[in-house]
């Protein structure tokens, strides 16, 4: 396992527009930065899992706030994650993030956060997820900009995009 300790920043967030977005985590570690691709539910995931660690610290406020658009667009992307933990190290007062990749050949990668880390970044995973397509009042699916035929108005779903 790789193991990478004190980064700089850690972002979550998209480079795109809504309904054709990508999600990425973006880390800068001692003069590197990485990316890792994520799926919207994971970055979702990691917005709960967060926030659960720090109520269990007692700590929802803490960090800077970050805006969603910090994130850069991915030079190249270290690897697509197929899983990640988050740990709180009562040891060293850190939070451990352990990507695992979706090759299995590949090793996972931990990154250690300060809780302060962890708060701005639970927080710009909550706003990226947010900032997607607005849900429609009715029936809940995502609505283009184009419009929306709902299926509960006898709307038909063969070219809704999820």
């Known amino acids: 396992m790789t193991e990478r300790h004190s980064v700089d920043s850690f972002i979550p967030g998209f480079v795109g527009e809504p309904g054709d977005r990508t999600f990425y985590l ?3 570690d001692a003069g590197s930065r990485s990316w890792y691709l994520l ?3 994971q970055v ?3 917005a709960v899992d967060g926030g659960q660690i720090l109520a269990d610290l007692n700590q929802e ?3 800077e706030e970050l805006q969603v658009g910090d994130l850069l667009a991915p030079d190249a992307v270290a690897f697509r994650v197929a899983d990640f933990t988050l740990t709180y190290d009562e040891h060293d007062e850190t939070v451990v993030m352990t990507l ?3 090759d299995e050949d590949a090793p996972p990668v931990t990154h250690r956060l300060t809780v302060a880390q962890l708060g701005a970044a639970a927080r710009a995973a909550v706003a990226a997820v947010m900032a997607g397509r607005p ?3 009715r029936c809940g699916l995502a609505m283009d ?3 929306h035929v ?3 108005s006898n709307g038909d779903l063969r070219n809704h995009r999820p």
């Open 26 to 28: 973006q880390v800068d």
């Open 39 to 41: 799926e919207k539910g």
């Open 44 to 46: 979702a995931a990691f």
């Open 61 to 63: 406020l803490a960090g």
């Open 100 to 102: 695992v990749p979706t």
């Open 135 to 137: 849900r429609c009042p």
């Open 145 to 147: 900009a184009e419009g």
């Open 150 to 152: 709902c299926p509960l």
